[in-house]
């Protein structure tokens, strides 16, 4: 996002510089470089998604990892007899009757 286009706040205090941080950290680990004066802009669409996806998958496995830990996590799908399907596999929604129904014709 350009600079004064910057209309997302943060609801926790601080969060805007965690995340700052964490951004750079994911680039490095990614080895991208990272611009000197901090403006993502002329940076390609690519890389900055790659970006966010990795620090979006960190996030979610450090949440599951808090839920697991506090023991609160939902328990494996019973009706299959094992943990469903991440989202991103083609066989997610095979054999559940609310997933992805096709609307009726007219």
């Known amino acids: 996002m350009a600079r004064g286009q910057q209309s997302n706040r943060h609801l ?3 969060a805007s510089r965690a995340l700052d941080q964490f951004k750079y950290e994911v680039a490095r680990e990614l080895g991208i470089q990272i611009p000197p004066d901090g403006y993502w802009g002329d940076m390609p669409t690519r890389l900055t998604g790659a970006v ?3 620090m979006v998958r960190r996030m979610i496995a450090l949440a599951e990892q808090q839920l ?3 023991g ?3 328990p494996a799908d019973a009706t299959r007899g094992a943990a469903a399907p991440a989202f991103g596999t083609a066989n997610w ?3 559940r009757a609310d997933a992805f129904q096709p609307a009726p014709r007219v």
Request: aromatic share 0%.
């Open 93 to 95: 929604a095979a054999g």
């Open 52 to 54: 966010g996806g990795h």
């Open 68 to 70: 697991a830990q506090r």
């Open 72 to 74: 609160t996590l939902p």
């Open 12 to 14: 926790v205090p601080g």
